[in-house]
């Protein structure tokens, strides 16, 4: 059924696209027999483009699929400034088509060289969106947020490194982990926390899972690498970027702990643990939030997961989602580190994201307690960023 629903809805805003697209393209061909012929070519072209993501949701995992999704990724990109603009200049155009209805009693129809600049600047546009988003998801660069240490109860400097949503899949590129892993390395950190997401929803589709943990298993620090689990670490079919399953389908591959492992990563799936030479400072680590994982249905509540640590300790919290954030100063948490949001990735998904995600990105205040997002350094879906970044975040205790 959920399958079923998705892709009624993906028919109906695929459809509704190309009827943006027919009345302008048509203009611009003309209605001769061959402009015709080159009209249902192009639009032929275009209904096989649309069907890759569809096929990358219903093939099983293997080869196939993952050609699909990945190519399928990269004309979601397309689709979305492309046919998204179109729609805006359809939609600023209506007040003149109906005040030429009223005043000439006709449709108003643009020449066919408005109609020519049209198509072909929104596909420039949308070509070079993509060619620019493609670079800015590669480039790597570094956040820095400075703390007193006394926020974690520290008496020297200590320096964290936070990244997230690596999104190792299909259209991943090996050089950005191993731009990331340097660029990381040139921190000297203390501590790198790793806040989940490192697949995208498909171990297989990593393509080179040993080549993959012998790169990030170079990350260095002098007190440990820690890692949660997000909501794509597991194994589930998507259809433009959507599950096809529920989560409770939604199980993890049996060989992601043992690649975490030769990461040299410590995993923390709703434990606790103290960081030794830190003071007492306690880390604990989250499940996900809506994708929990391994046959449990609901990760531990916090308070849950806290209990029987004295709230005057110093608590670092590292979760995928966000979340709770109004309880951290209850609980006595006084840093908890977040990814997921990407920081809307895309534009205008950050303006969006801003305006409806309680923290989407960036530090803010909860009572005495601090949340900390960041945009992670790989991406979602389409393999581009626009109006965001990929970032390590390297917070200084000092």
């Known amino acids: 059924m959920r399958l079923a629903v998705m892709l009624c809805i993906y028919c109906v805003i695929t459809a509704a696209g190309l009827l943006l697209l027919r009345g302008p393209l048509k203009r611009v061909l003309g209605d001769g027999k061959a402009s015709r012929f080159f009209g249902k070519l192009i639009f032929a072209v275009l209904l096989v483009m649309i069907a890759f993501p569809v096929a990358g949701g219903l093939v099983p995992f293997g080869p196939a699929c993952f050609f699909f999704q990945k190519w399928g990724n990269i004309f979601i ?54 060619v620019l988003g493609y670079r800015t998801a590669r480039d790597v660069r570094v956040t820095n947020y400075t703390l007193p240490k006394e926020t974690l109860g520290q008496t020297e400097s200590r320096r964290i490194i936070l990244i997230g949503d690596l999104h190792i899949g299909v259209n991943s590129v090996t050089q950005l982990y191993r731009d990331t892993v340097d660029l990381i ?19 297989e589709g990593m393509g080179d ?26 194994e589930e079919p998507l259809l433009g970027g959507f599950s096809t399953i529920g989560p ?21 799936t709703d434990e606790v643990v103290s960081l030794p030479g830190w003071n007492g400072l306690y880390l604990a680590g989250r499940r996900d939030e809506s994708r929990p994982g391994d046959g449990v249905r609901e990760r531990m509540p916090l308070k849950e ?12 919290l590292i979760q995928h989602e966000p979340s709770d954030l109004e309880e ?29 995600v309680p923290l989407s990105y960036g530090l803010e205040s909860y009572g005495k307690s601090l949340a900390l997002v960041t945009s992670g350094i790989g991406f979602y879906g389409p393999p581009i960023r626009v109006g965001t970044i990929s970032e390590i975040v390297v917070i200084d205790l000092i």
């Not at 690649?259 to 990563?265: A, E, P, Q, V």
């Open 77 to 130: 990109g397309f689709f979305i400034y492309f046919f998204g603009c179109l729609l805006i200049v359809r939609t600023l155009l209506l007040p003149v088509h109906l005040v030429h209805r009223i005043r000439k009693h006709s449709a108003w129809k643009p020449s066919r060289a408005a109609s020519s600049a049209l198509v072909f600047g929104l596909l420039a546009l949308s070509v070079f969106t993509n």
């Open 185 to 203: 390395n040139e921190q000297d950190a203390d501590l790198i926390l790793i806040a989940g997401d490192i697949l995208t929803s498909t171990y």
């Open 209 to 234: 899972p040993e080549a993959c943990a012998s790169i990030l298993s170079e990350m260095q620090s002098s007190s440990g690498n820690y890692v949660v689990y997000g909501n794509h670490d597991v």
């Open 328 to 356: 951290l100063d209850s609980l006595g948490v006084d840093l908890s580190v977040s990814g997921h949001t990407h920081d809307g990735q895309i534009f205008p998904g950050n303006i969006i994201s801003r305006m409806f």
């Open 248 to 268: 409770e389908n939604a199980v993890r591959h049996p060989e992601i702990e043992g690649f975490l492992k030769k990461c040299g990563w410590e995993l923390l």
């Open 305 to 316: 997961l806290l209990t029987g640590i004295d709230p005057s300790s110093p608590i670092l």
